[in-house]
């Protein structure tokens, strides 16, 4: 049983690009969760998706970012546009259940954006 | 809404012996609490979780946390540390915030490293 599958690991691309980040997650699992995590800081919270469906959307940038989780296919992460200020390791987490806590979230391996 | 404090940015620890990691958080009512490690590169591997009973909690690679509501801490501790533990530790803490979505809040981490 596969785990949360992030791709690519590393990704760069030069100001102003497009950048897709993509995650698989846990077989089973229908609830996405992306984290940001700047260089020295914790995991800042971005959204939460069920298939087809944005629940919480409160951490996301309000330009430039976007965010999916269709029916088929894995949730992609979508930034715009990119600024050197987006430079980040972007995690992606999984549940079973609607937005429980108390089961954990199972974390990809992340991808590791930077921008030059 | 919910908050984590991770006091010690870094911590140097001799190889064999004890550790503790602190964390304290804020959370109106009773907090789901966990603690991840994050190794060089990699993703989160969650080590232990709190959720209720027992306030001392036993996690993988003989890591224990110990719950206390008084002082709202929820610390990290090994009886003998080992080289391979040198990581970055992070604190979490979930619950239902102002938007009626549980996720998790993280602290900044606590990076550990571990001297011959």
């Known amino acids: 049983n596969a785990g949360v599958m992030q791709n690519p690991r590393h990704l760069v691309r030069r100001r102003g690009q497009e950048a897709r980040l993509r995650c698989s997650p846990m077989?089973?699992?229908?609830?996405v969760y992306w984290y940001r995590q700047l260089p020295e800081e914790g995991l800042k919270f971005m959204v939460y998706?069920?298939?087809?469906?944005?629940?919480?959307e409160s951490g996301m940038p309000k330009e430039r970012f976007s965010a999916e989780f269709p029916k088929e296919g894995p949730s992609i992460l979508r930034i715009q546009q990119v600024v050197r200020g987006d430079s980040a390791a972007y995690f992606c987490?999984?549940?079973?259940?609607?937005?429980?806590?108390?089961?954990?979230?199972?974390f990809g391996s992340g991808t590791r954006l930077t921008v030059v | 809404a919910q908050s984590v404090t991770q006091p010690d940015i870094h911590i140097t620890v001799s190889e064999g012996a004890s550790l503790e990691l602190r964390c304290n958080y804020s959370y109106g009512a009773t907090p789901y609490l966990f603690w991840y490690v994050q190794s060089p590169g990699q993703g989160l591997q969650l080590l232990l979780k709190?959720?209720?009973?027992?306030?001392l909690v036993q996690g993988i690679k003989g890591f224990e946390a110990e719950f206390k509501r008084s002082q709202s801490s929820f610390n990290l501790r090994k009886p003998s540390v080992h080289w391979s533990d040198a990581a970055e530790y992070f604190c979490?803490?979930?619950?239902?915030?102002?938007?009626?979505?549980?996720?998790?809040?993280f602290g900044t981490g606590t990076r550990l490293l571990v001297s011959p």
């Open positions: 987490a999984s549940s079973p259940l609607s937005g429980r806590t108390d089961y954990g979230y199972t």
């Open positions: 077989k089973g699992h229908s609830h």
């Open positions: 709190y959720f209720s009973g027992d306030t």
């Open positions: 998706l069920q298939k087809e469906n944005i629940i919480d």
């Open positions: 979490a803490v979930g619950g239902i915030d102002n938007t009626g979505f549980q996720k998790l809040v």
